[in-house]
């Protein structure tokens, strides 16, 4: 059984040695334990101070690409280099090394594909009252779009299994957190999540440079994935909506024309047949978007099995992208 814990860095110097210093070097159950960072163009001494560290692997990007691509690349490059089980972890040392063996042990009990770690955000005392507000209000939004039961969804501490990492599609260039949730939960592989204990901050999030930014950023991607893995239920939601409104426009101008009021209000039932005709609308485009959403499906399942039968071709990542520098130590 081989893991693979895998960093996305962006100009990690300062943190980066005492986040790999935390990992862990054994686990019951586990016979292989590798480090692979994403170096996301970093301009600073990252990539020198992972080769210090012992870093086994690591995939270079020429420029910054973001989050969500870093993550995805290494999760292609540990599935190539045979990774068994996969583990995603920040390179603030955010989170406890220690409790990797926590997040990996339903994988090796069999009990589930994905396991998210469950920060403690009431006691994390760096957390604002907004930002602890809005972490939970985001993920119950989140729960409610993936039909899961994932109480802490923007946490980045995770851990996948082999079969779960290849099944994995980013498409936001944000993050990955919020969406890889909705579409496990739509794709109903087995997840479930493990309390976990964080580090004190050692430096400021980059994610985000404001809560409104990052709330606006997070709703945009759970509204896009809603929208992409559950399309019938989102257009008719909105088409019935829309409609309702119409109708209340219609019901509105009768109540006035029997009682005698009806000829001045003639706007109304133009507003109402507008909205009416867009709610319509919305549900048949809802209803072409699932057609849509089922060839994606398809188009998912040759992709996993492709990528299955390549990973178990050439488990290396010699040559695996053309604009990325991949290297080992």
């Known amino acids: 059984m081989k893991l693979i814990i895998q960093i996305p860095c962006y100009n990690e110097e300062e943190t980066l040695a005492v986040t790999i210093a935390e990992l862990p070097k054994q686990i019951n159950g586990i016979d292989e334990i590798k480090y692979l960072i994403i170096n996301d163009g970093s301009d600073d001494r990252t990539v020198e101070v992972a080769q210090e560290a012992g870093v086994h692997h690591i995939v270079s990007f020429k420029a910054n690409r973001g989050l969500a691509c870093a993550f995805s690349a290494g999760i292609d490059a540990c599935v190539r280099l045979g990774a068994d089980i996969i583990v995603n972890t920040d390179a603030d040392n955010q989170y406890c090394g220690e409790d990797i063996e926590k997040l990996v042990r339903p994988i090796l009990d069999g009990k589930a594909d994905i396991v998210v770690g469950e920060r403690p955000i009431e006691d994390t005392e760096h957390f604002s009252k907004m930002k602890k507000k809005m972490q939970k209000f985001g993920s119950l939004v989140v729960r409610i779009a993936s039909g899961t039961s994932i109480p802490d969804a923007p946490s980045g501490f995770r851990a996948y299994s082999r079969e779960a990492a290849l099944k994995l599609n980013v498409i ?8 890889t949730i909705i579409q496990a939960g739509h794709n109903r592989i087995p997840m479930t999540s493990v309390s976990i204990r964080t580090n004190p901050e050692l430096r400021k999030s980059r994610l985000f440079k404001s809560m409104t930014s990052y709330m606006k950023k997070s709703a945009v991607v759970i509204v896009k994935s809603f929208m992409m893995y559950k399309p019938l239920r989102f257009f008719t939601i909105a088409g019935g909506v829309v409609s309702a409104v119409g109708l209340g426009f219609v019901i509105r ?22 909205l009416i005709m867009i709610g319509v ?8 978007a699932d057609i849509i959403a089922a060839n994606r499906k398809i188009l998912e399942d040759v992709q996993y099995r492709v990528r299955k039968i390549d990973c178990s071709m050439n488990k290396d990542v ?3 992208h053309d604009e990325n520098e991949v290297n080992e130590s």
Do not use: P, R
């Not at 936001?172 to 969406?179: I, M, P, Q, S």
């Not at 101008?253 to 507008?274: E, R």
């Not at 609308?281 to 072409?288: D, E, M, Y």
């Open 172 to 179: 936001n260039n944000y993050t990955y957190t919020l969406e």
């Open 253 to 274: 101008w009768l109540i006035l024309y029997f009682t005698g009021y009806g000829d001045g209000n003639i706007q109304s039932l133009v507003l109402s047949a507008m």
């Open 281 to 288: 609308q919305l549900i048949i485009a809802g209803l072409q």
């Open 318 to 320: 010699d040559g695996w």
